[in-house]
């Protein structure tokens, strides 16, 4: 693999990490991106960017939900 695309990678695996641990901190989805490191994933649409929050967020705050 060229060295850009596993920067990128890389970067990607320390977003996930960084969300992963600001999810727990968050009331909302938004509140969590304003938080995230955004540069981290640029190479990202935000699209892109917005579905990976939203479904850490999602799945780390279901657990919670009454049933």
Known sequence: MG???DMCMENEEK????????VRE???VKECK???DLDLVRH???KDIDD???DM???YWSKYIPR
């Open 26 to 28: 968050c009331d909302s």
């Open 44 to 46: 990202l649409s935000e």
């Open 15 to 22: 977003f996930y990490d960084l969300v992963g641990d600001l």
């Open 57 to 59: 967020w999602t799945d």
């Open 52 to 54: 990976i929050i939203f």
């Open 3 to 5: 060295r850009v695309k």
């Open 34 to 36: 304003e938080k995230a």
